[in-house]
């Protein structure tokens, strides 16, 4: 299956649960693809896409399962229902794998997703989906670019009206050091491979892209931190500071 069947298909499972009342909402490297028309065509030669990850509230619990079964999507064998609210789904039929995850995202790092995926659609809000992929610890050059096509597509501002909100980014992590060691060591990456992605993204994106980064490092370390966050920084990473991704799916 190629991207665009994949992003198709992903668009008419969005769209059939939102006809039955469903917030289900896109994440990961389709929700990148989507939330940013313009550098679509870039991201497609930087990167392909795999499989699709949505985001829903437990509230759905039973009505999505169903929902992705009557689209022929159920548990492959050898895969379970994992732990911490999360689905693993399987498409006999088209191959495609499916993650589905309640209420947060929990990984090295948890997201909530609690009062937010009302904010936009068909993907999640374009801070969490920042966020997802800042949030990896061992992170591989595709979540950079996508990364980077965020914030090349997409400004800063304090609103989440086709922005990134660093308002509500630095509110997240101004309460939690771990949280924002990882971001800002990705953030930092991201600005490290601008340069070799300068041939395919081009100068003028990887200048407003490098733009953005630093006016969202500059503002998440102009905050003031909780006193949590404070004392955790003391520790620093002498503490391990992430969750084993390993470890919550077993």
Request: charged share 25%; with cysteine; hydrophobic share 40%.
């Amino acid at each position: 299956m190629n991207d665009d069947q994949l992003l198709n298909e992903a668009l008419r499972i969005t769209g059939i649960a939102e006809e039955k009342g469903i917030i289900l909402r896109l994440m990961g490297a389709c929700a990148v693809r989507v939330h940013s028309p313009s550098l679509a065509g870039i991201h497609e030669r930087m990167r392909g896409l795999t499989d699709l990850d949505f985001g829903t509230y437990s509230k759905w619990d039973k009505h999505v399962p169903e929902l992705f079964a009557q689209l022929g999507y159920h548990t492959r064998p050898m895969l379970y229902f994992i732990s911490h609210g999360r689905h693993t789904l399987f498409s006999e039929a088209s191959g495609i794998h499916v993650d589905i995850f309640t209420d947060r995202l929990r990984m090295n790092h948890t997201i909530q997703f609690k009062n937010r995926l009302e904010v936009d659609r068909p993907t999640i809000p374009l801070a969490e989906l920042l966020l997802e992929k800042l949030q990896i610890v061992q992170i591989n050059e595709k979540d950079i670019v996508d990364i980077a096509i965020l914030l090349a597509e997409h400004s800063v501002g304090h609103d989440d009206n086709d922005k990134i909100n660093a308002s509500y980014v630095a509110q997240l992590l101004c309460q939690d050091w771990e949280f924002s060691y990882t971001v800002t060591l990705n953030l930092g990456k991201t600005l490290d491979m601008l340069d070799e992605y300068a041939g395919v993204l081009g100068g003028d994106n990887v200048r407003t892209t490098r733009e953005r980064i630093t006016h969202l490092l500059d503002y998440i370390n102009s905050r003031p931190k909780s006193l949590a966050w404070k004392m955790r920084a003391k520790i620093g990473t002498r503490k391990k500071w992430y969750e084993d991704v390993d470890a919550l799916t077993r």
